[in-house]
């Protein structure tokens, strides 16, 4: 039988609300219908103030309340830095934020939006598959504008169900892309597509699961996989983790108890430790944390097989540990 949670004592403060460190007011400058379900909004600072610099891949948080917070891949221009632009797909079955964006913002609202980060970065290599699904083609456009400026080898392909369900279609066109629609060609032979690259090809994956899953699950030896998600996966979880355990905070050295039930993330607040968090769900990576000791049994999305085995960092929102005590940089 599993020990119940202890009380939290009344003193306790108050879990800070979720939400990144710290954002800044953006106006919609101008809202566009891409497809069914697809708008584009781009965001420029209210009094004409140049905006922080990205890199491709990045996304952002977007603050639509004090409970929600969701993340969106940047998709315009990085050497513009007058506007940052976001797709959204309106997702009737998700958590609400996507249909407050469609059916709540229009040109002229301000979102208060966190700067930007980057888990999904371009990586160096000779040449480039750059492979979305969906709403999964907004982080590699800015991603095969870079290629193309540089002159490295790349292919941009985007899977859509349909032509009219493919969003920045006009776009994709514009810089060599090819697309691909389920309903005209057939479903995508991913693990043909992947094992025909030549040794040494980088693939970035942006999409639905399936299109993920089908990518690492295809994935040859010569070529190398970078995936980003916008929901969580599946992990395996080891059930003995589930219970309480302790946190040392390396900086002040208090030992901090985590219940069962209870994230690391949460607990760690309410210890007065300031750590930023946005998804809590493992896939934005703002509370990603280095771990000095202890075993840690990883529940996020992001980390590869070989950084869960080396266990130096973990994700606090979601993942537990796997020993009596974990030892935290913080």
């Known amino acids: 039988m599993s020990?119940?949670?202890?009380?939290?004592?009344?003193?306790?403060p108050p879990v800070p609300a979720v939400g990144p460190a710290a954002t800044r007011p953006l106006r919609v400058a101008r809202r566009h219908v891409e497809c069914a379900d697809v708008v584009a909004l781009d965001?420029?600072?209210?009094?004409?103030?140049p905006l922080p610099g990205w890199s491709a891949g990045a996304h952002v948080d977007v603050v639509l309340n004090a409970a929600t917070v969701r993340q969106y891949?940047?998709?315009g221009d990085p050497a513009d830095a007058g506007r940052w632009r976001l797709g959204v797909l309106r997702d009737a079955g998700g958590r609400g934020g996507s249909v407050a964006l469609h059916d709540e913002v229009d040109v002229g609202s301000v979102l208060e939006v966190g700067d930007p980060r980057n888990n999904f970065a371009l990586p160096d290599a000779p040449a480039h598959l750059l492979l979305g699904g969906g709403i999964g083609i907004t982080p590699l456009l800015p991603m095969a504008r870079e290629l193309a400026a540089a002159g490295v080898p790349h292919r941009l392909l985007h899977a859509t169900r349909s032509a009219a369900r493919s969003p920045f279609a006009a776009e994709v066109a514009a810089l060599g892309g090819q697309a691909h629609h389920d309903d005209a060609d057939g479903l995508l032979d991913v693990a043909g597509l992947l094992a025909g690259l030549a040794p040494g090809t980088a693939v970035s994956c942006c999409g639905p699961e399936g299109l993920l899953a089908a990518a690492e699950a295809a994935c040859p030896a010569h070529v190398t996989l970078h995936v980003e998600r916008f929901a969580p996966r599946e992990v395996e979880t080891d059930a003995?983790?589930?219970?309480?355990?302790?946190?040392l905070l390396?900086?002040?050295?208090?030992?901090?108890?985590?219940?069962?039930g209870q994230s690391v993330l949460?607990?760690?607040?309410?210890?007065g430790a300031d750590v930023p968090s946005s998804c809590r769900e493992g896939t934005c990576a703002s509370c990603e944390t280095e771990v000095l000791e202890g075993l840690v049994d990883h529940r996020d999305s992001i980390l590869s097989d070989e950084e869960r085995t080396a266990g130096t960092?973990?994700?606090?929102?979601?993942?537990r540990a796997r020993s009596a005590r974990l030892v935290l940089d913080l």
Do not use: H, I, K, N
């Open 240 to 247: 003995a983790a589930d219970g309480p355990f302790e946190v």
């Open 266 to 271: 949460d607990a760690v607040s309410r210890a």
């Open 43 to 49: 965001l420029v600072d209210p009094l004409g103030a």
């Open 73 to 75: 891949s940047l998709c």
């Open 3 to 12: 020990r119940s949670a202890p009380a939290a004592p009344s003193a306790a």
């Open 250 to 260: 390396r900086s002040t050295g208090a030992v901090v108890q985590v219940a069962e």
């Open 313 to 319: 960092s973990m994700f606090l929102c979601v993942s």
